[in-house]
């Protein structure tokens, strides 16, 4: 296949063996954080490229595809796909994929992880050992809270999202709320779980997990309002996408005990974080690496070199996001 694809960023070596095989030519940029637009552009103008592998940090916008009106298709490198203007992309008839699949299990090891480091206080430990502050065994030293028996709340209730109930299901005895705009059969046909509204879910969980698409309707779904009706007890996870948390909101949560604690591996300005967020004590902080697993990481090299090769020889990628 005589085409030429350019990929914004280093991809793992399953994705190139792939792409060799099949006899697609490729320059991949080099850099270790995201590229800027402006560097995107810059590389997109120096050949007429047929397609590009690009990431969920790259904007695919007017000003990125009239730098290379020659590629009509772009495979994006990740589940998500919100740094994309479809209304752009349905104009021009660019097709537009994604790697829908590959990391539930990584994100939900990394979700309930999550949970494990509030309730057990474990960062605190950590940071209190590595700082010489013990001095010997304290009944009262970080108290933490039980994980068995509680109620979560999930907030989205994909796969990643009936990973979660599994594992915290069988594996803590815990209640299962969800919410989501489909009934999940599944989830149903585990013992004592209920489908709920998102409000109800806020008010009832003792963890709340979110697993949910940014979108306008869910941009800030958790603000002061929604942070003021869940337990003062309760704890907020988001592996999910940084926007949907109000952050201003939430280091005001937490300073002021509406909620006792968080955890995020998203967030809202990223990478910058929201002024006070690293400040507080009972907050979990991890740098979007729930999806990070080489297992992961080869499975998206593999789809999305895969949705490369069937639109460049089709037309239509294998998974097309509209």
Not at 7 to 24: C, D, H, V, W
Not at 58 to 75: G, Q, Y
Not at 208 to 233: A, D, F, G, Q
Not at 259 to 280: H, M, Q
Request: proline share 3%; with cysteine; hydrophobic share 40%.
């Amino acid at each position: 296949m005589d085409k030429q694809i350019y990929i914004t960023r280093k991809i793992p070596e399953t994705g190139l063996k792939l792409l060799r095989e099949k006899g697609i030519k490729f320059d991949m940029g080099t850099s270790k954080v995201p590229p800027t637009k402006k560097e995107i552009i810059k590389a997109l103008k120096k050949k007429k490229y047929d397609g590009v592998i690009s990431f969920l940090t790259d904007p695919l916008d007017k000003e990125v595809f009239d730098a290379c009106p020659t590629a009509k298709v772009f495979a994006n490198f990740s589940v998500g796909y919100n740094n994309v203007d479809l209304d752009e992309v349905k104009k021009r008839n660019i097709c537009i994929s994604n790697t829908p699949g590959t990391s539930a299990t990584a994100v939900a090891e990394h979700t309930v992880a999550l949970m494990l480091a509030l309730t057990t206080r474990l960062v605190e430990g950590d940071e209190f050992m590595r700082k010489g502050k013990y001095k010997g065994w304290d009944p009262e030293l970080f108290i933490g809270t039980d994980m068995k028996g509680k109620v979560i709340g999930l907030i989205g209730a994909g796969q990643i999202g009936t990973e979660v109930a599994k594992i915290l299901h069988y594996g803590f005895g815990s209640q299962i709320l969800y919410s989501d705009i489909s009934q999940n059969v599944e989830l149903d046909n585990i013992e004592g779980t209920i489908r709920k509204t998102t409000e109800e879910i806020l008010r009832e969980a003792d963890i709340v997990s979110l697993h949910i698409p940014l979108l306008p309707t869910t941009h800030h779904l958790i603000n002061k309002e929604s942070l003021s009706t869940m337990k003062k007890t309760a704890f907020l996870i988001n592996t999910s996408r940084g926007s949907i948390v109000n952050e201003k909101a939430l280091v005001e949560a937490l300073k002021n005990d509406i909620i006792r604690g968080a955890a995020l591996d998203v967030f809202e300005f990223e990478p910058k974080l929201t002024k006070g967020l690293s400040k507080l004590s009972n907050i979990v902080l991890t740098p979007h690496i729930a999806s990070a697993r080489q297992s992961a990481r080869d499975m998206m090299a593999e789809i999305a070199v895969k949705n490369i090769v069937s639109a460049l020889e089709s037309g239509k990628a294998i998974n097309n996001c509209y």
